[in-house]
């Protein structure tokens, strides 16, 4: 089983559309999480960082369920530059503090 | 303020031939890492730096690499001999102190090909 498991997409939106994304995690004691975007031949950039609580940052909410080890990043009201790959990233599993795994990713294109 | 840079962008090389990566990370970034991307597979781990020093290199795939540190400073990560699968992109990142904000801030990568 792969540490960190994301739908594998890809995802074709109009604009203004909904869009999910869900990924599962095996290490239980794995401590942060976050989600990263990664455009077309670029690095990838921390979009937010995922707490128990939940979270949001204007059209973006990003959730945690560690009991389910489930993370979920919606966007709402998507926009052409949404377009990118969404990373399901977790830190510090496998007994490294600072070490991420990154799930394979999950691409969202997003038309006008 | 300077992202993470690295050198070079694109790297064509031949099966058994050496490959030097260089990394110079965000300024008075302790931390640095090296990923690997594969072509079809997820961004992977290889080390981690705190300052000079190796804290863990458990991601490295064997022994033709051989990353440094001297000084905590920029980084090399050195691909000797170069086999036809070592062909990705990697990645350097670098972050903060422990007591500091601990974003990985990723540099562009360099794209190796080995032929």
């Known amino acids: 089983r792969k540490e960190v498991e994301q739908d594998p997409g890809p995802f074709n939106v109009p604009e203004g559309a909904t869009v999910a994304f869900n990924c599962t995690y095996s290490?239980?004691?794995?401590?942060?999480f976050f989600w990263y975007r990664q455009d077309c031949r670029k690095e990838p950039k921390l979009l937010m960082s995922?707490?128990?609580s939940g979270n949001e940052d204007g059209r973006f909410t990003a959730q945690l369920n560690r009991a389910s080890q489930y993370i979920s990043l919606l966007i709402r009201d998507s926009k052409l530059s949404d377009s990118a790959t969404y990373l399901c990233?977790?830190?510090?599993?496998?007994?490294?503090?600072?070490?991420?795994?990154f799930g394979k990713g999950t691409l969202l294109t997003v038309n006008p | 303020e300077a992202g993470v840079t690295q050198f070079p962008s694109h790297s064509v090389i031949e099966k058994g031939q050496t490959v030097t990566l260089r990394c110079d990370p965000i300024?008075?970034?302790?931390?640095l890492y090296w990923y690997r991307r594969v072509m079809g597979k997820e961004i992977k781990f290889l080390l981690h730096?705190?300052?000079?020093?190796?804290?863990?290199e458990s991601g490295m795939p064997n022994n033709r690499f051989l990353a440094e540190r001297t000084g905590g400073t920029y980084s090399t990560l050195k691909v000797q001999p170069a086999e036809l699968e070592d062909s990705g992109v990697y990645f350097c990142?670098?972050?903060?102190?422990?007591?500091?904000?601990?974003?990985?801030?990723f540099g562009p990568g360099t794209r190796l090909l080995v032929l």
């Open positions: 995922v707490y128990s």
């Open positions: 990142a670098s972050s903060l102190p422990t007591w500091g904000d601990e974003t990985q801030y």
């Open positions: 290490n239980s004691a794995s401590q942060s």
């Open positions: 730096f705190v300052k000079e020093s190796k804290q863990d």
């Open positions: 300024s008075g970034h302790d931390n």
């Open positions: 990233v977790v830190e510090g599993s496998g007994g490294s503090n600072y070490k991420l795994t």
